[in-house]
């Protein structure tokens, strides 16, 4: 069985930073791609960012570029998201997800999913 879970959301104010984690248990996925979706209340889930198992190649959605960083650490099994100048439009709720699929660059399949960390972001 695979488990997800996400931490470290928060509320915080425009401009200000928070770094969301995701630890993996169950399996180990060292060798598979990761990522960060999010969904806003009353919209559709969407694409934040992806790493490859390696951590080498990353892929970021237009809106977070520049000021989001994605990275894992495959010894400790956990995933990062460094979220820094943060607006109001980042408030969401932010899930992490594994490809099962391993060493596959760029993932095209998100099988299994986390519960979800909440961000609210102030003005």
């Known amino acids: 069985q695979v488990q997800l879970v996400e931490s470290g959301g928060g509320l915080v104010q425009a401009g200000g930073s928070l770094r969301l984690s995701c630890a993996a248990s169950g399996r180990t996925f060292s060798r598979n791609a990761m990522g960060w979706f999010r969904q806003a209340p009353g919209k559709e889930r969407e694409f934040v960012a992806a790493?490859?198992?390696?951590?080498?190649?990353?892929r970021y959605a237009d809106s977070v570029k520049g000021r989001f960083t994605i990275s894992r650490d495959n010894a400790r099994g956990t995933m990062y998201l460094q979220m820094n100048s943060l607006k109001p439009e980042d408030t969401a709720d932010y899930y992490c997800?594994?490809?099962?699929?391993?060493?596959?660059?760029?993932?095209?399949?998100?099988?299994?999913w986390g519960q979800g960390t909440q961000v609210t972001v102030s003005s």
């Open positions: 790493i490859s198992w390696s951590g080498i190649n990353t």
């Open positions: 997800t594994i490809d099962s699929t391993a060493s596959r660059w760029p993932p095209t399949k998100f099988d299994y």
